[in-house]
Nanobody, 123 residues
Framework: QVKLMESGGGSVESGGSLTLSCKPS????MAWFRQLPGKEREAIVT???????TYVDSMKGRFVSSRDDSKNTLYLQMNNLTPEDTGTYFC?????????????????????WGQGTQVTVSS
């Protein structure tokens, strides 16, 4: 059992930035999802075994995922935030032993989830 821990959420004004962290990130395919109020959980970015990110088209440009293997941590840098980005952000993981996810943007492909971290953007 892997317990994922997100951190870095908080309140920021429109146009601001936040960087989320998720540990641990080793030996797992990782992804970031978010759930906006009243909406289904949606994928933001997934990473392959080398940590290379694949972004959902609508998330390209403002969100940047990176992985620091020395710290066993996955990051999500979020820039130019708007009130429409307000929601709960989750990291998710799929152990390498299960093989690569066939659909990396699908929630069902991921075995472990963090508890979520709240991001609130004010106008």
């Amino acid at each position: 059992q892997v317990k994922l821990m997100e951190s870095g959420g908080g309140s920021v004004e429109s146009g601001g930035s936040l960087t989320l962290s998720c540990k641990p990130s080793g030996n797992q395919y990782m992804a970031w999802f978010r759930q906006l109020p009243g909406k289904e959980r949606e994928a933001i970015v997934t990473t392959d075994s080398n940590g290379r990110p694949t972004y959902v088209d609508s998330m390209k440009g403002r969100f940047v995922s990176s992985r620091d293997d020395s710290k066993n941590t996955l990051y999500l840098q979020m820039n130019n935030l708007t009130p429409e980005d307000t929601g709960t952000y989750f990291c998710a993981a799929r152990p390498y032993r299960l093989g690569a996810p066939s659909s990396r943007l699908s929630q069902s492909e991921y075995t472990y989830w963090g508890q979520g971290t709240q991001v609130t953007v004010s106008s």
